[in-house]
């Protein structure tokens, strides 16, 4: 058994959540699809073309044929059958709830369903609302308390990997080579997936705020941003170190300015009973720029911290409504960037305790 606890009583609980999300805002339905993450924390499958939640009876799986032997094997819920994806409107029409004397109203999350499935939805009447705002913030805000384990052995299994960067990181590796080893090695710790691919970007790549591998050869002295995001059970995870190639301590102030401004802002769950997200936020890029780095304090479209675990809160950005209430579990991860040269990029797995805060992975965030 992967944890100790029952993820099928989790499961059981979201859904009830959910179902009294649905009634509270008189929604008829919400539907996933292509294995949206949100939906495995219902589901506990991904091997489903759809998945539908209702207010009053138990949700449903819609499974392409070739899918649906790896979805019985996994879910507990009905699975429908679909032999062509073409088919998908047809088993929808069947599955959501009629109404005579008005459109249906389905819930779907806005980033995750693809353009054609939200309109198969508007071909059959539906009236389309945000499952962000109506939904997930009833049933996925945060885990249940027994979930936590879950969070605690991916971040773990994220210490493994960052270890194996550590100590792959070295002149005349190739990019793909650090990201291979961090990959076996988050593997052999019991990751079964990625929920993206491992990111090694060194020297002048590592100012890409959301760069990727490359075959590029790593020089003496390169600075090197590894990000890896380890999946565990359908609960993923984020972590962020800087490494320096050849032992260079060219960007050591960086990395302290960095570092400065991870423990400023998570000091307001200290200091605060319900800080909010877009405070932790604002404390951060104040420290970074106080320094004089101005590119990333700027660029209010890269985060400073997202949910992890397959939950949909908090998001820290500048414009976050979200209120940091305990037992959420989130990453916080401020960075610098100089166009040309290099950046600097440290993120942690963070879990918020009624007064104050626990860093879950372990591994130093100095190279």
């Not at 009583?9 to 859904?15: C, E, G, L, N």
């Not at 052999?188 to 970007?201: C, D, I, S």
Request: hydrophobic share 40%; net charge neutral; aromatic share 8%.
């Amino acid at each position: 058994m992967m944890f100790s606890f029952n993820e099928l009583d989790v499961s059981k609980k979201r859904v009830e959540l959910a179902k009294q999300a649905l009634v509270d805002n008189k929604i008829d339905a919400t539907v996933f699809f292509d294995a949206d993450r949100y939906g495995r924390k219902f589901a506990l499958t991904a091997a489903y073309t759809a998945f539908v939640l209702f207010p009053n009876k138990d949700p449903i799986v819609i499974a392409h044929s070739i899918d649906k032997d790896h979805a019985e094997s996994e879910t507990h819920l009905e699975i429908v059958e679909i032999r062509d994806t073409n088919k998908l409107k047809d088993s929808l029409r069947l599955q959501l709830p009629k109404e005579t004397n008005r459109r249906q109203k389905v819930a779907v999350v806005p980033w995750n369903a693809k353009f054609d499935k939200v309109q198969i939805l508007e071909e059959l009447n539906c009236d389309i609302v945000d499952a962000s705002e109506n939904v997930l913030p009833y049933c996925l805000k945060k885990p249940f308390p027994e979930e936590i384990e879950a969070i605690r052995k991916l971040s773990w299994i994220c210490d493994k990997g960052l270890e194996a960067a550590s100590n792959a990181v070295e002149p005349n590796l190739l990019e793909n080579e650090v990201a291979a080893e961090v990959n076996y090695a988050i593997e052999k710790a019991g990751a079964t997936e990625l929920a993206f691919p491992t990111l090694v970007a060194s020297g002048n790549r590592a100012a890409f705020p959301h760069g990727w591998t490359s075959h590029k050869k790593i020089n003496e002295g390169d600075v090197v941003v590894v990000d890896i995001g380890p999946v565990l059970g359908g609960y993923d995870g984020c972590v962020c170190r800087t490494f320096m190639a050849g032992g260079s301590k060219e960007w050591r102030k960086e990395i302290e300015v960095v570092q400065e401004a991870i423990h400023k802002s998570l000091e307001l769950l200290k200091n605060q009973k319900t800080p909010s997200a877009a405070q932790i936020d604002r404390v951060s890029r104040q420290a970074v720029k106080k320094h004089g780095y101005r590119i990333w304090p700027n660029m209010k479209a890269a985060w400073t911290g997202h949910p992890i675990g397959g939950y949909a809160s908090p998001t820290i950005t500048p414009y976050s409504k979200d209120k940091i209430e305990e037992s959420m579990v989130f990453t916080v991860e401020p960075a610098i960037y100089i166009k040309g040269m290099g950046g600097v990029r440290i993120e942690h797995h963070i879990l918020a305790k009624k007064h104050g805060y626990e860093i879950l992975d372990r591994f130093p965030e100095s190279p």
